[in-house]
């Protein structure tokens, strides 16, 4: 290649570089939700048993800010409980003879979708990459 | 009252990694490569006349000037001996517009105008001169020089594309035409016209030429150039010392005058593709003590950069947090923790059943 081609494409390819890091960031806010956190929220919801399990599979929503899956904290039961206050004893039981303890079900489906979860960010990042440098 | 969400947070370093180290590795190699293409854009007309485009009306006036004496002079070394002065005149003319010393030096140039040889040595002559003389005027005069040189020796399209592959070889071979782009050409030409290059061979070696020595000069082999001219030499200088003695009609002599007339003839007809490698090797020979370490280190920086280009795209792209296999551990951990919160209000006790001493809520 001529020195001056090369230098051209060296200088193209560092402009590029240098806004790998913001593309990719802006492609995790507009796209990661989608492509990853509702997966995950999904899988959570179906993965809830016990009597709480409808109140707590609607209240599992996907976030973006930050990125990742909420149980939300609105009223959800006659009680007033909210979902985000059934989802401990769900979990893991509670006082109450009522919060029987369920199956759990947030640990195993992170666990589960661990996987997913690193792909999906990679192709994300990936695909940011690679539009950048293209342009 | 809302209560605080539960939230499954994904942490990740895909926005961290740094590209700064790659994109200055990579700014450096750019100028790197600027630098070296500075030197070597001599070698490139375009290049020089762009540059030149950039000066003053007057630079370009000036320059054009001399601009149209070279083009006499390549005239006149297209044409025969007879017609030679007549375009030499010409160009003086021309180079009369030119003002100051570098009129004389081109005079002089002229006077001393017997081949291509002399042409390039005054040529670069004048440039050398042409610069210290004018200032701005005087380099784009040189600016000038070094277009219409390479017009001169590249006076066909075919030998400016010659002179551009030579220039890219030289560049990527460290100075040295190598063997394989040589035959690579030859196998071109061969293609290219088959039926012409078995006429061409005839002719070649009718006149005694090597053919593949013919060959191989024409496509820039320094070597092969070096014997055609040996070769061409020899014959004439066994023609000088036979005409001390013999007589002009005597058939042994005019015989070995013809070999060598014709000899001369045919690598004549490569002679613009010769001077071209010749010149485009001793370009690069001048500029190469400077940039030949630099062409080395610009390899090297071009492999560290690419390395330092691919690393933190391959190595960044994953998710913080732990490998797979210790999210059971850290369930564990999450587990410890949120026991924490759980199980103090049954201290001691069970957690999953209510034996919690509530009597304080009891009233």
Redesign the interface.
Known sequence: M???A???S??T??RQ??G???T??RA?ETK?TDA??RP?ADK?ARAFTGPYAPVLSASTLP?SQ??????????SVSGGA????L???N???????QF??ARPA???A??QA??T??TA??E???EA?EESTRR | M???????????D??????DK???G??D???A??N??RS?DKLDPR?AARTLDGLGEDAKAASRKVSDAYDSMADAARQSASRMDASADRAKRSMRDVKGEAQDTAREMFASFRDTGDLADAAQELTANAGSLFGPVGLAISGALAVAFSQFLADSEAAKQSMADLT?EL?ESNGRISASFIDRKIAEEAANDPTGIVQLRAEVEAAGVSWRDYMRAKHGDAEATARLYAESDRLSAAVDAAAGSARASDPAFMALKNTSEQYTAAIGQITPQLDAARAATAAYGAVSASSSNQVLS?RTEINE?RAA?AN??VAK???QGPP?GA??AI?QN??AA??T??VP??AGTS??K?T?DNSRYRG
């Open positions: 001529e020195p001056h090369f230098a051209r060296c200088r390819l560092a570089l240098q790998v890091p913001d990719v960031a995790i990661a990853v956190a995950l959570i976030v930050p990125l990742g899956v909420t149980i939300g904290g609105s009223r909210t979902a985000s206050l989802v401990w004893p979990e893991y039981g509670g006082r109450a003879r029987r303890r947030i640990g195993p992170v666990e661990a996987d979860i690193v960010m990679g994300l990042a990936a990459i | 809302r209560g605080r969400d539960f939230t499954v947070e994904l942490i990740t895909l926005t961290a990694f740094a590209t790659a994109v200055s990579l700014e190699l750019a100028s490569a600027d070296s293409g070597l290049k890219s560049v610009l950069a280009a933190p795209i792209v994953s998710v797979p999210l059971a369930r999450m587990t949120l026991g919160i759980v209000v049954a957690p999953y209510n919690a």
